[in-house]
């Protein structure tokens, strides 16, 4: 009898250890998720662990269902498929039944909330990643993507920058130096400059305050050849003025003018995730100018359209000049209409869209004649005026149209230097009388 009474003892102690030890390992409140819990962002409190399965899947189908996932990288997207993206519900509700487990001894208390992401994998092959640009980190990129997918969030990311990734020259440009200019100074400040990610430059803050000596004309020079370096990217040119004659050293409509005490200043904004450095190498009578970053997100390239408008002759007759005598006093120059546009290209040449830049209008200068005074009489058709001095040099580089051509001033009422408003015409004519569309302005504040 005495080894019945001890053989169930024996077996009594080994089923409350069994009990025990499961109790201890863990204990489920009836299969019910704590109140207020949430999986990436979805209310599963109070639902059993079926309930919450079926839930979380449809979510999950519901949202690769409102679009694509994409990978914002200064203005490309790149696009991540929608098949691409895993959602593990099977690992998910893993994750659920380790919260919901807990210890025996809790077994009677009030289960604690809790709020996990889904478990998500996006799935590329390397070769879909060889397209992406090699400025952005791919491997963390996808982790921020999986991390935004986790919680069933926004679609549009933006990429994460490769920090090791490779400059190189984007843009570059070799000018004479006109022989006037002594730009030793403006080297000494440009090289190096950098125009880091969302951040605006202005060149009369950022160049022309701080080099000694400096002026209008070398500053609008560099000005000039940085617009020409910018036009090869996608930086926006928030602020501009044109010259009112063609300066030498740049095509018409590719010039910038600069001058700090006509608050006249050249402002671009960089909208990348990446920064710009500028290069400047003096050379002689060359300057080499180039614009250092990572590899462009798409091909730049501009292209003008150019109406040339032709200048008109002036006589003036004179009493001191003899029969016969004839002095040009002002040489003719053609004015020009010119719209500047950007072409953003894909590296097989495909044009992906066209960004108007500037409008421009240089009013023609017209040339003037002296003539005798015998010869008034005998003129038939002609534009007289009295002889006097030569039309003004009230430009920026010279040469000023007549008043008649509708130029100078600020913008606002009158019309900006070199350019019409949208209330006066190269005649002069205001309005509707203009007799043709008020297009042309200062490419001005142009954002």
Do not use: C
């Not at 350019?419 to 004519?429: C, H, I, L, M, S």
């Amino acid at each position: 009898m005495k080894w019945r009474k001890r053989f169930g003892v024996i077996i009594l102690a080994l089923f409350l250890l069994t009990a025990g030890a499961a109790l201890a390992k863990s204990v489920s409140a009836a299969g019910k998720i704590p109140a207020g819990s949430t999986v990436g962002g979805v209310e599963v409190g109070g639902m059993d662990l079926s309930e919450a399965q079926r839930l979380l899947a449809e979510k999950a189908a519901e949202w690769k269902r409102e679009g694509r996932l994409v990978v914002s990288f200064s203005g490309d997207d790149l696009v991540i498929p929608n098949e691409n993206v895993v959602f593990d519900i099977r690992q998910t509700m893993e994750n659920v039944k380790q919260r919901i487990e807990r210890p025996w001894y809790k077994f009677f208390g009030k289960g604690e909330e809790f709020h996990i992401p889904f478990v998500v994998e996006i799935q590329m092959e390397k070769e879909e990643l060889a397209g992406w640009p090699p400025a952005v980190d791919a491997e963390k990129t996808l982790a921020l993507a999986e991390e935004q997918a986790g919680v069933l969030g926004d679609k549009t990311i933006r990429a994460v920058m490769n920090e090791k990734a490779e400059t190189k020259t984007v843009a570059s440009a070799r000018w004479d130096v006109p022989e006037e200019f002594f730009l030793e100074k403006w080297v000494n400040k440009l090289n190096g400059l950098e125009i880091g990610p969302k951040e605006k430059f202005s060149f009369n803050e950022n160049l022309m305050k701080k080099v000694p000596a400096a002026n209008a004309k070398e500053g609008s020079y560099l000005a000039t050849m940085m617009y020409a370096l910018f036009l090869e990217t996608n930086v926006e040119i928030l602020e501009r003025h044109p010259h009112r004659t063609f300066p030498d050293y740049a095509e018409p409509g590719i010039d910038a003018y600069v001058d700090e005490s006509l608050q006249k200043d050249f402002i671009v904004y960089n909208p990348n995730d990446f920064s710009y450095t500028l290069r400047a190498e003096l050379s002689g009578p060359k300057l080499t100018l180039s614009l250092l970053s990572v590899e462009q997100p798409a091909v730049y390239e501009w292209e003008t359209e150019k109406e040339v408008l032709p200048f008109r002759t002036v006589y003036r007759y004179s009493k001191d000049l003899h029969p016969g005598e004839e002095i040009t006093v002002q040489k003719g120059q053609n004015g020009a209409r010119i719209i500047v546009n950007r072409l953003w290209k894909t590296p097989d040449g495909e044009t992906l869209k066209t960004e108007r830049i500037s409008r421009d209008y240089y009013p023609p200068v017209p040339e003037i004649i002296l003539r005798p005074a015998s010869d008034l009489n005998e003129t038939s058709g002609e534009e007289a005026e009295p002889a006097g001095e030569p039309q003004g040099n009230g430009g920026p580089e010279g040469n000023q149209a007549p008043e008649a051509e509708g130029t100078g001033g600020e913008t606002g009422t009158s019309a900006p230097e070199g350019n019409e408003t949208a209330d006066q015409a190269p005649d002069g004519k205001t309005g509707d009388a203009a007799g043709e569309e008020p297009l042309y302005e200062d490419p001005n504040y142009v954002k």
